[in-house]
């Protein structure tokens, strides 16, 4: 059974740092490409950013480039996201997602097949 488990949201002031995880369990994790998105209330899921776990290759929407890092750790299984610079507007609910394909196909318009349940990120002005 495929699981993700997102952690470490919270809430923090305008210009602040958070780190989230995500633990990816029963899953080829090497071939996996993960996502990061986000919806805010009354607004759409957006993607944030994307990471090619056998590859590392990452890609970033505009609004956080510069601002947020993806990494990963092959050995824990785990997918990170790194936020910086942290703004009120990038107040959401965030998910991880995964689905295993090749890296030149891992992008922001990636439809992935699985998700975590969110946790909540509050940055306050």
């Known amino acids: 059974q495929v699981r993700l488990v997102e952690s470490g949201g919270g809430a923090v002031q305008d210009g602040g740092s958070l780190s989230l995880a995500c633990a990816l369990s029963?899953?080829?994790?090497?071939?996996?490409?993960m996502g990061w998105f986000r919806q805010a209330p009354g607004k759409e899921r957006e993607v944030v950013a994307t990471?090619?776990?056998?590859?590392?290759?990452?890609n970033y929407a505009d609004s956080v480039k510069g601002r947020f890092d993806a990494t990963q750790d092959a050995a824990k299984m785990t997918a990170s996201l790194q936020m910086n610079s942290l703004k009120p507007e990038d107040t959401a609910l965030y998910y991880c997602?995964?689905?295993?394909?090749?890296?030149?196909?891992?992008?922001?318009?990636?439809?992935?097949?699985?998700w975590g349940q969110g946790t909540q990120v509050t940055v306050s002005s």
């Open positions: 997602a995964a689905r295993a394909i090749v890296a030149s196909q891992c992008g922001l318009r990636t439809l992935f097949d699985y």
């Open positions: 990471i090619h776990i056998g590859t590392g290759t990452t």
């Open positions: 029963g899953y080829d994790f090497a071939t996996a490409c």
